[in-house]
């Protein structure tokens, strides 16, 4: 094709025709830079279909995560909740001038203050995309917000059920553990480290104790810390979904 238009400019010198010569020349200009322009733009429309793609791929991922997280969520809040009916039922039951339910039943009651919730949320898709940079396909600030809002919140939880999990190795319980030997004469469980079971008056006697009374406190605080958290991320979780779920074709 250049070889063509080169023999025809050729031609045109050899003939002395210079006026046709140069204005053949730059409408060959043009039809290389309209070339150029049109090469140009494909590349553009490739470029943005690629980006497209990569970021309906990412929203997707996204939403699999978060419905999973999502479904975790009301999971462990109806379990927290669980937790803290039983425990509240045991402060009530337990501490009252007299016992108004089985013995045994209280027992079963207090296992829910060493039951704490354990959330690992789904967090692949978005850990990744953060890392490589392409959380900046999704272009919108509300849902940004969103997510560092749902990291916040998980980190308290975080914080919360690492300060759980070390009370059982270097805190609360542990001192309960250390002071009455095992955790089994609260709960009324029968294993090889309690040989014997508390009457009433030997149970009230122990859980009147400012130890044993700290200590379910404690747990108990921590479950009502952990049921905020909780929520809070599940109310986070269906606004995330809701924004991706817009963005989705």
């Known amino acids: 094709m250049i070889k063509f238009f080169r023999k025809i400019r050729q031609n045109l010198l050899m003939e002395n025709k210079t006026g046709k010569y140069f204005k053949y020349a730059i409408g060959e200009i043009l039809l290389v830079v309209i070339g150029i322009l049109i090469a140009l733009q494909i590349n553009n429309w490739n470029e943005n279909r690629k980006l497209s793609n990569k970021k309906q791929e990412l929203i997707i991922n996204l939403i699999d995560d978060f419905e999973e997280n999502f479904n975790m969520l009301k999971s462990e809040i109806d379990y ?72 916040r919140n998980l980190s308290t939880y975080n914080g919360l059920k690492e300060q759980n999990f070390n009370s059982f190795f270097n805190g609360s319980i542990w001192d309960l553990k250390k002071s009455i030997g095992t955790l089994d004469y609260i709960r009324g469980a029968k294993s090889i480290y309690s040989q014997k079971q508390l009457d009433v008056e030997q149970y009230t006697k122990l859980i009147n104790t400012p130890l044993v009374l700290a200590t379910l406190e404690n747990q108990s605080t921590l479950n009502f810390n952990n049921l905020n958290a909780l929520k809070r991320m599940k109310i986070i979780s269906e606004l995330i979904l809701r924004h991706l779920k817009d963005f989705k074709k």
């Open 80 to 151: 927290s909740e669980g937790l803290k009916i039983k425990m509240d039922a045991f402060f009530e039951n337990g501490y009252s001038d007299n016992l108004k339910i089985p013995l045994d039943s209280l027992k079963t009651l207090s296992d829910a203050f060493f039951r704490p919730s354990t959330f690992f949320p789904l967090m692949t898709s978005y850990d990744a995309a953060k890392e490589n940079g392409n959380l900046t396909l999704l272009k919108n600030k509300e849902l940004s917000q969103e997510f560092t809002s749902f990291q």
